[in-house]
C-alpha cells in the first residue's frame, strides 16, 4: 500500500467514524439537504458547507447514463452564464474503480464533481436512477427533486430564476 492509499483510508475512517447516526438523514422539500458523504476528484472529503450562502444543484450521475451527459453538459453551458448565482455539484455513482476523467473531459465540465464512494450520500438522498437532482436554497434547505432528464429550456429556467433571486 502507498502512501496514498494509506492517507485515503485514513481520511475514509476518520469520515466514517464521524457519520454515526447521520444515515438515518432523508431529503425532503423544505427540510435541511441530508449531509454529503463524498470525496473530490483528489480524494478529499467534501461537504454542502463549502457552499454554504449559495443555491446548490446537486446532479446525481453515473458516466453510462446518456441524460446524465445531456444534462450536465447544459449545466456547464448555464454554469459559464450564471455560475455566480447557482453552484452545480455533480455527485457520481459509479463504482471507485471507473475512470471519470475521460467522461468529465469530454464533457469540459469545471463545476465540482464528487463521488460517493460509499453510497451513503445516495441513500440519503434516495437516489434510485440517474439522473436525479436536488435544487437547495442558500440556507441549504431543498426547495426542488427531479427524477429523469431535465433538459436544456428547464435548466435555463432555473439558472434565471436563480439570478432573479440574487438581485
Not at 466514517?16 to 427540510?31: D, T
Not at 446518456?66 to 449545466?75: P, R, S
Not at 439522473?131 to 426542488?144: A, D, F, I
Amino acid at each position: 500500500m502507498n502512501w496514498r492509499h494509506a492517507v485515503r483510508l485514513i481520511g475514509l475512517l476518520l469520515l466514517l467514524a464521524g457519520l454515526p447516526g447521520c444515515k438515518e438523514q432523508r431529503v425532503a422539500i423544505g427540510a435541511p439537504a441530508p449531509a454529503l458523504a463524498a470525496f473530490d476528484l483528489g480524494g478529499q472529503p467534501v461537504g454542502l458547507e463549502k457552499w454554504r450562502g449559495k443555491s446548490v444543484y446537486l446532479t446525481f450521475w453515473s458516466s453510462d447514463c446518456g441524460g446524465c451527459a445531456a444534462d450536465m453538459h447544459t449545466l456547464q453551458q448555464l454554469t459559464d452564464v450564471y455560475g455566480d448565482r447557482l453552484v452545480v455539484v455533480a455527485v457520481n455513482t459509479d463504482p471507485q474503480q471507473t475512470d471519470l476523467a475521460p467522461f468529465i473531459a469530454g464533457l469540459h465540465i469545471r463545476y465540482p464533481v464528487v463521488r460517493d464512494q460509499m453510497g451513503i450520500t445516495k441513500e440519503r438522498y434516495e437516489v434510485v436512477g440517474t439522473p436525479t437532482s436536488y435544487l437547495l436554497n442558500p440556507q441549504g434547505r431543498v426547495v426542488e427533486i427531479h427524477q429523469g432528464l431535465r433538459g436544456e429550456a428547464a435548466l435555463t429556467a432555473m439558472f434565471k430564476q436563480a439570478q432573479q433571486d440574487k438581485t
